[in-house]
């Protein structure tokens, strides 16, 4: 069975850093790509950062030069260090791992339970 | 960056009742890359369909998707008290970036 548990959410003051671990068991991790995604609270889903098989790396322009993905597949872990925090990115925080439709598409098939980040002074 | 539009926006519909959400996209969406989720309260996204209508494992057939080009649609055939749920669009290709909808809330009647 596919499990994603995210860690290392919490309060942290507007200019602070964080740093988010996502913990995979069940599946291949070296063999899927891993995406980040956030929930601002009430709102909807923002997609925020992926990593592929190859290692290539992705953000969205809302935190490009803020945020940096990582892995380690020894460890099937995958990682979100986010500094210059900001209010705005005040959510919970999901990693999902990645699957491939039969025209190459990447799709977010599995997730795990997210992280709350508060950004706040 | 490809822009999708959910409607309606709330959705009151009845256990049995057949509920149809619609995503429309700003622009062409390439060889149907379009997924849906459902998300219920405090609880993970749950993937419903990808590649516009191609179900995932072990959701149930009263769910299916539609649509191509830049119109899709999820339809719940007859909807059960469990399906009752935010529901979300998502375009994706090869590469990000990935966009969502704002969301369908469904709710009961």
């Known amino acids: 069975e596919v499990q994603l548990v995210e860690s290392g959410g919490g309060l942290v003051q507007p200019g602070g850093s964080l740093r988010l671990s996502c913990a995979a068991s069940?599946?291949?991790?070296?063999?899927?790509?891993m995406n980040w995604v956030r929930q601002a609270p009430g709102k909807g889903l923002d997609w925020v950062s992926y990593?592929?098989?190859?290692?290539?790396?992705y953000y969205a322009d809302s935190v490009k030069g803020r945020f940096t993905i990582s892995r380690d597949i020894a460890q099937s872990s995958l990682y979100l260090q986010m500094n210059s925090l900001r209010d705005e990115d005040t959510a919970v925080y999901f990693c999902?791992?990645?699957?491939?439709?039969?025209?190459?598409?990447?799709?977010?098939?599995?997730w795990g339970q997210g992280t709350l980040v508060t950004v706040s002074s | 960056e490809i822009v999708l539009t959910q409607s309606p926006g709330t959705l009151s519909l009845s256990p049995g009742e057949r509920a149809t959400l619609s995503c429309r996209a700003s622009?062409?969406?390439?060889?149907?890359?379009l997924a849906w989720y459902q998300q219920k309260p405090g609880q993970a996204p749950r993937l419903l369909i990808y590649?516009?209508?191609s179900r995932a494992t072990g959701i149930p057939d009263r769910f299916s998707g539609s649509g191509s080009g830049t119109d899709f649609t999820l339809t719940i055939s007859r909807l059960d008290p469990e399906d009752f749920a935010v529901y979300y669009c998502?375009?994706?290709?090869?590469?990000?970036?990935?966009?969502f909808g704002q969301g369908t809330k469904l709710e009961i009647k």
């Open positions: 999902a791992r990645a699957r491939t439709d039969p025209d190459g598409g990447v799709y977010l098939h599995s």
């Open positions: 069940g599946f291949t991790f070296g063999s899927y790509g």
């Open positions: 990593i592929s098989t190859s290692g290539t790396i």
């Open positions: 622009q062409r969406i390439s060889n149907s890359h």
């Open positions: 590649y516009a209508s």
């Open positions: 998502q375009q994706y290709g090869s590469s990000p970036p990935y966009t």
